[in-house]
Each structure stands twice: as structure tokens, then as C-alpha cells.
Nanobody
Framework: QVQLVESGGGLAQAGGSLRLSCAAS????????MGWYRQAPGKQREWVAG???????NYADSAKGRFTISRDNAKNTVYLQMNSLKPEDTAVYYC?????????????WGQGTQVTVSA
């Protein structure tokens, strides 16, 4: 089991920055991948960025060059630094963790944190 608690959402102006945090209830080195998803009103949840145990990162095209995902293993926390924010970044952002056991994906989600970007 993994409990995830997000924080850091809020209101920002276009061009501004926010940093989201996701604190995990267990050693994140025991979690195969962690990442961030978002869901805007009326839209499906979409993947934003991911980071592996080894530190490898991947980004959705919409996030490349603007967002940075990172991790602090000592704090069992993953971050999403969001720069150059756009109104279309407005969404509820969810932290995700995947633990693979016996070839089975076990997915865990945080409660979400609202990000609102004004024009």
C-alpha cells in the first residue's frame, strides 16, 4: 500500500510558477515509477510527467521545456516544478505511484491538488 499526499497547488498568473509536492507513505525507492497526471474540467485525466527509481524522467509534449519532475529520496517526496504556466494548465493534478509485483501493476493515487492559471 502507498498513500500519497499532494500539496502546493493554487492560483498563478500566466507565465508564473508553482511547485507541487507529493509525499509518499513509504520509501519511494521501493516504488517502481512515480509521476503526475492532471484532469481539466470535462476532460479525461492525462499523464504529465514520470520519474523512475533510477531517476529517469519523461514528459508529455505539453510539459516539455516548462515542467520538471524530481525526487528527494530522503524525504520520500516527488516534486513537479511548473514554470511558464499557461491557462490551459488549469486542472486538478494527481500524484501517481506504481508498484509492480509479480508482473502486476498496483496503482495508487493522491487526492489531487487544484492548479488554476489566470490569463
Amino acid at each position: 500500500q502507498v498513500q500519497l499526499v499532494e500539496s502546493g497547488g493554487g492560483l498563478a498568473q500566466a507565465g508564473g510558477s508553482l511547485r507541487l509536492s507529493c509525499a509518499a507513505s513509504r520509501n519511494i525507492l521501493s516504488i517502481d515509477t512515480m509521476g503526475w497526471y492532471r484532469q481539466a474540467p470535462g476532460k479525461q485525466r492525462e499523464w504529465v510527467a514520470g520519474i523512475s527509481t533510477g531517476g529517469g524522467t519523461n514528459y508529455a509534449d505539453s510539459a516539455k521545456g516548462r515542467f520538471t519532475i524530481s525526487r528527494d529520496n530522503a524525504k520520500n517526496t516527488v516534486y513537479l516544478q511548473m514554470n511558464s504556466l499557461k491557462p490551459e494548465d488549469t486542472a486538478v493534478y494527481y500524484c501517481h505511484a506504481r508498484v509492480i509485483i509479480a508482473f502486476t501493476n498496483n496503482d495508487y493515487w493522491g487526492q489531487g491538488t487544484q492548479v488554476t492559471v489566470s490569463a
